[in-house]
Structures are given as C-alpha cells and as structure tokens.
C-alpha cells in the first residue's frame, strides 16, 4: 500500500467525532496539523490497530475514542484521489442601463465544498475500516470527521475542515484486497494552509 500512496502523493487523515463536537469556528486552530490548541489535527502519531465501533464510539488498538475531535486520527493508505471540489452560489442581478449594458451580475451568496476519495486498501487496513463504519453510521449516530489532506509531495500545503462521509461504493478485487470510493460531503467552511 505504501507505494501508492507515495506514487499519489497526497496523505489524507481522519479522524470521527459526534456532531454535536465540531467546531466550524476553528476557535483557537491556527494550523492544519500540530498538537492542541493550535492544531487542528495531529498526525504524528495516527491510530493503528483493531477497530471496533459500538453505539457511536470507536475503539482503536485497544484505546476507545473520546469522539470529541481531540482522539488520534488515521491516515488513509493507498489513496488514488483525494480533489477537493468548491462551489460558489449566486443569485443574478438584471438591470437595464447603460453601464451594464443589459448583462447580468452574479453576486456570491453561499460556498460549499466536497472532497472526492478513492483508494485501494486491505479490508483488514484501520483507515479503511473507520471509514467504512463512520459512512455506515453517520445518519444513525450522527457521526462527522475531521479530515485533513497534506500534499503533494514536495509540499506542505494543506486542506482541512469538517465533513460528512457519503456515497460510498466498492469493487472486490482479490483475496483482501478492495477499490473504493467516497465522498466527503463538507460541513461549514474549509481552510488552507499554503506552503
């Protein structure tokens, strides 16, 4: 899994928590990754292990989740995308004078993003196991994630928010090995960290 990874280039982390613990104001986050209160997620120690996952909490190589944003996230191996995809609407603004000249002016009224995922992983691979049970809870017991995307290679640029997990498809391949695909379905607004 490692050579796709690097051959992508991007890592791409996350990490489920309960709606009712995301922070669309990023109160205190100053980065994309880093420990508390600055940073808005960790990744220098991501979550390893047998994944569990009972009335809403997760348990990860033994330690069960806070799911308050605060746990260790895990990073998703073997990723083929990760694009981020942005909306703007805009209501159109017609008027019939001179300085227009009849044209309409589209004024910016909401933003939203998304973030297409798709992978090949091992079904036994912890990434892909959270992800599988967040996508498959997340109406039942209100579940998001914090998500953060580093990258490409060579960059420390980075992409990061809050979302929900949707759309999930698969394709078996062999023996243990699946392709997949997701969506992440934005939740407030997102940042960058250029570099």
Same mark, same amino acid.
């Given at each position: 899994?490692?050579?796709?990874?690097? /051959?992508? $280039?991007?890592?791409?982390? *996350?990490?489920?928590? #309960? =709606?009712?613990? +995301?922070?669309?104001?990023?109160?205190?986050? &100053?980065?994309?990754?880093?420990? /508390?209160? $600055?940073?808005?997620?960790? *990744?220098?120690?991501? #979550? =390893?292990?047998? +994944?569990?996952?009972?009335?809403?909490?997760? &348990?990860?190589?033994?330690?069960?989740?806070?799911?308050?944003?605060?746990?260790?996230?895990?990073?998703?191996?073997?990723?083929?995308?990760?694009?981020?995809?942005?909306? &703007?609407?805009?209501?159109?603004?017609?008027?019939?004078?001179?300085?227009?000249?009849?044209?309409?002016?589209?004024?910016?009224?909401?933003?939203?993003?998304?973030?297409?995922?798709?992978?090949?992983?091992?079904?036994?691979?912890?990434?892909?196991?959270?992800?599988?049970?967040?996508?498959?809870?997340?109406?039942?017991?209100?579940?998001?994630?914090?998500?953060?995307?580093?990258?490409?290679?060579?960059?420390?640029?980075?992409?990061?928010?809050?979302?929900?997990?949707?759309?999930?498809?698969?394709?078996?391949?062999?023996?243990?090995?699946?392709?997949?695909?997701?969506?992440?379905?934005?939740?407030?607004?997102?940042?960058?960290?250029?570099?």
């Amino acid at each position: 899994m490692a050579n796709f990874s690097a /051959a992508f $280039g991007y890592d791409f982390y *996350i990490l489920p928590l #309960a =709606s009712s613990s +995301v922070d669309v104001a990023f109160t205190n986050v &100053t980065s994309a990754t880093g420990t /508390a209160p $600055g940073g808005f997620i960790d *990744i220098s120690s991501p #979550a =390893s292990g047998a +994944v569990s996952y009972s009335a809403g909490v997760f &348990t990860v190589g033994g330690t069960t989740y806070a799911m308050d944003g605060t746990d260790d996230p895990v990073r998703l191996a073997g990723l083929t995308t990760a694009s981020l995809e942005t909306d &703007t609407g805009a209501e159109d603004i017609y008027t019939y004078d001179n300085a227009t000249k009849g044209f309409n002016q589209a004024v910016a009224t909401t933003k939203s993003f998304s973030i297409s995922l798709s992978g090949i992983a091992d079904f036994t691979d912890t990434g892909y196991q959270i992800l599988r049970l967040a996508e498959a809870n997340t109406v039942a017991d209100s579940l998001k994630v914090k998500l953060v995307r580093v990258g490409p290679t060579g960059t420390t640029e980075a992409v990061y928010g809050y979302g929900t997990l949707m759309g999930y498809t698969e394709s078996n391949e062999v023996t243990s090995i699946v392709s997949w695909e997701c969506t992440i379905g934005g939740y407030g607004a997102y940042k960058i960290d250029l570099a």
